[in-house]
């Protein structure tokens, strides 16, 4: 692993991620405990613990254009076995809105609009709209007929509702995405 001797951009990366999500990549030790632990670590680019290293020295670009920051499940496995006390799924999650709010480009650009299709579904009617999930996030993977066959067996079984279902309090949902933005940005 290359390093990269720029004090600033290694001070500035750490700060922000400190900032964002108060994990503290400094304290990792290189045990390499979070990495043995880790269920998807072998089908990750970079491992747990080498991206806590690429935190610590500034190594920015490549973990966030990296497919580990979208592979992490957030089990917590690695948070419950460090020794230093790093929340490393936390750290992982304040990467990927880093790494969206920087536009970076991914490896696990599938799973990205995954996400988005998601949260955009939550933030528009208050909680999940399968429906409409669904076709959003085939669109955006241009794969329009993508499991077809599934939803239409969904659809049968009554598990899929044409029309959604409604929410009380939508109003309450959509401001807890303007606060998670307005945070984002206080944070920058
Ligand atoms: S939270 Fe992510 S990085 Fe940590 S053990 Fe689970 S999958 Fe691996
Ligand atoms: S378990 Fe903690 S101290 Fe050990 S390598 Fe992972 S982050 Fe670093």
Redesign the pocket.
């Known amino acids: 692993m290359a390093l990269i001797l720029n004090k600033d951009k290694i001070r500035n990366f750490r700060d922000r991620i400190k900032q964002l999500g108060g994990e503290d990549v400094s304290r990792c030790y290189q045990c390499g405990k ?1 990495t043995a ?5 072998v089908y990750m680019d970079i491992k ?1 613990n080498q991206v806590m290293r690429l935190a610590q020295i500034g190594g920015d670009e490549r973990v966030l254009s990296s497919s ?1 920051i979208w ?9 419950t076995r460090c020794p230093a006390g790093i929340d ?2 936390g750290a ?1 999650d304040t990467l990927r809105k880093i790494s969206v709010e920087d536009k970076h480009s991914s490896p696990e650009n599938s799973i990205v609009k995954f996400h988005k299709a998601f949260l955009n579904s939550v933030k528009r009617s208050g909680r999940l709209q399968e429906l409409e999930f669904s076709v959003m996030y085939n669109l955006a993977l241009l794969k329009p007929l993508k499991n077809m066959d599934l939803a239409i067996k969904l659809f049968q079984k009554g598990k899929i509702k044409p029309f959604g279902v409604s929410t009380k309090d939508k109003g309450n949902i959509r401001n807890i995405f303007r606060n998670s933005r307005r945070f984002i940005k206080e944070k920058k």
Do not use: N, R
């Open positions: 979070c632990g880790c269920p998807v670590a747990p580990t592979l992490c499940l957030s089990c917590q496995v690695c948070s490393i799924a992982m």
